[in-house]
């Protein structure tokens, strides 16, 4: 029997390995391309290990389209439009599917979730008109709200089932102490449901910082390109091809906030998923 457990540890430990190799690979070989010296990252046979260290290839992005720190800025603009867009509208929503009851509130619900079986690149064309009627077309606005609205869906679930874990009992407490509907809220339930607050603001960062094809399609000034459009556009050279150290250097920055985010808030991450999944 002991055997046998031995054996199957083991082979989990191999498969983990190997997927995570199989993960991390790409990644040393994206920051490891960044580093070295254009010729270097362009000859053949490719080398694993950099023969010589450089930043040569960031200095490159200094000539992306108006400037790397314009194209940043507007995705730093976008992120946090639509993260904070998503953490407010998703909270005060998710907390009244979860504790009010009305008429059609399942309809409603229901509703909502079947948007997530509509992709939103079809429906670039007649967002690009609406938008434009409103006033926010070619803006960062306009796709800061088309992001929020496609983030919120997922996110009013989530935080749906995160009030949905927190005991009646406690809000009880708070209203025979005396605490009003926002004190209630704010000091007693926000606290608690932290981490599906923060879940919801990791993917809408992500989606937001990574998108691409709408803001192709909504932004045709390049001066409002955020990164991942600047980046796509500055490499590549007309008939020279791909400028591969401007790529390589571009997914590193571009890669560098995902990475840390998510690293720093994992813990609240997995958590704030599994929100609501198990009721005692």
């Excluded at 976008?78 to 979860?98: H, N, P, Q, R, Y």
């Excluded at 009880?172 to 339930?189: E, K, M, N, Q, Y």
Aim: include cysteine; glycine fraction near 8%.
């Amino acid at each position: 029997m002991r055997k046998a457990s031995a054996f199957q540890a083991a082979g989990w430990t191999v498969t983990c390995v190997a997927l995570a190799i199989a993960f991390l690979f790409p990644l040393y070989v994206v920051f490891t391309g960044a580093l070295k010296s254009p010729g270097e990252l362009t000859g053949t046979p490719p080398t694993l290990i950099p023969k010589t260290f450089t930043l040569e290839n960031f200095l490159l992005l200094n000539d992306l389209g108006n400037g790397i720190w314009v194209h940043l800025g507007n995705s730093v603009f976008l992120a946090a439009f639509t993260v904070v867009g998503t953490a407010v509208l998703s909270t005060l929503a998710g907390w009244g599917f979860a504790r009010y009851r009305f008429r059609g509130q399942g309809v409603l619900f229901v509703a909502m979730l079947s948007a997530l079986m509509v992709p939103f690149q079809p429906l670039l064309t007649p967002l690009f008109l609406v938008l434009k009627s409103l006033g926010f077309g070619n803006s960062l606005v306009g796709v800061g709200l088309v992001f929020v609205t496609f983030q919120l869906p997922f996110a009013i679930f989530v935080m749906r089932n995160a009030f949905l874990n927190v005991p009646q009992a406690l809000e009880d407490a708070a209203r025979v102490d005396g605490a009003s509907g926002f004190t209630l809220f704010r000091h007693v339930l926000l606290p608690v449901v932290r981490p599906g607050v923060i879940t919801v603001a990791l993917f809408a960062f992500l989606a937001s910082w990574n998108e691409f094809l709408a803001a192709l399609i909504l932004i045709n000034d390049q001066s409002l390109f955020p990164l991942p459009v600047a980046l796509a556009a500055g490499a590549v050279n007309g008939n020279n091809g791909v400028r591969w150290p401007l790529l390589e250097a571009g997914v590193v920055v571009t890669m560098l906030p995902c990475l840390l985010l998510f690293f720093m808030l994992q813990r609240y991450y997995t958590s704030g998923l599994v929100a609501g999944a198990v009721k005692e």
